[in-house]
């Protein structure tokens, strides 16, 4: 299973990365990865690619992966090449507006990739006070809904719990719980 994980710096996805990856590791599964941090400090994009696998190399080739996800619907569009036809994305959005454009919808139809729009920031608005630290395990959390990328909801749910701190643990569950039921009420 070949993942990638996109969004700007301080989005968490080196914690998305750790996340699938303990769960890997608790299988017995090899796991190999790289993260491009670029700007990150100062928001920048930050894209990981991550493998889960018999792998060499820890760069996934473009049109490889199996799943994208995406904090950030512009790094979204961006890094939308490196999916297999067929693959799976779950792409956090601010305007919806952008995923009308018909050329995107072309290419999504052709390379039949299935891709979950998720309102991650009106989510944590209403239920979260606001706070966008937990946007990465809301998104882990509608990719464990939608049984993709081939690891269930309660291996996700388990090994956030095992990796989060303490002071963040029920609010971290808390937004995963979230992203599932976002996935169930569309």
Same mark, same amino acid.
């Given at each position: 299973m070949q993942y990638i994980i996109v969004g700007l710096g301080g989005q968490g996805i080196l914690f998305a990365s750790r996340v699938l990856g303990q769960i890997a590791l608790k299988r017995g599964e090899n796991v190999i990865g790289s993260e491009v941090h670029g700007m990150a400090q100062r928001g920048g994009s930050v894209i990981s690619h991550f493998k889960v696998g018999p792998y060499k190399c820890p760069l996934i080739s473009a049109g490889d992966a199996d799943v994208l996800l995406a904090f950030d619907q512009? *790094? !979204?569009?961006? =890094?939308?090449?490196?999916?297999?036809?067929?693959?799976?994305?779950? $792409?956090?959005?601010?305007?919806? *507006? !952008?995923?009308? =454009?018909?050329?995107?919808?072309?290419?999504?139809?052709?390379?039949? $990739?299935?891709?979950?729009?998720?309102?991650?920031?009106?989510?944590l608005n209403e239920h979260m006070g606001g706070n966008y630290l937990f946007l990465n395990v809301l998104i882990l959390g509608a990719m464990g809904g939608l049984n993709i990328g081939g690891i269930s909801f309660e291996e996700i749910k388990e090994a956030v719990s095992t990796l989060s701190p303490a002071k963040f643990r029920d609010d971290n569950l808390k937004a995963l719980e979230l992203g599932k039921n976002a996935v169930h009420a569309s």
């Open positions: 512009n *790094e !979204a569009i961006r =890094n939308l090449h490196f999916l297999k036809d067929g693959g799976h994305c779950v $792409i956090n959005v601010h305007r919806r *507006e !952008a995923f009308q =454009n018909e050329s995107l919808k072309t290419y999504l139809a052709k390379r039949k $990739i299935d891709a979950f729009l998720l309102n991650g920031y009106e989510i």
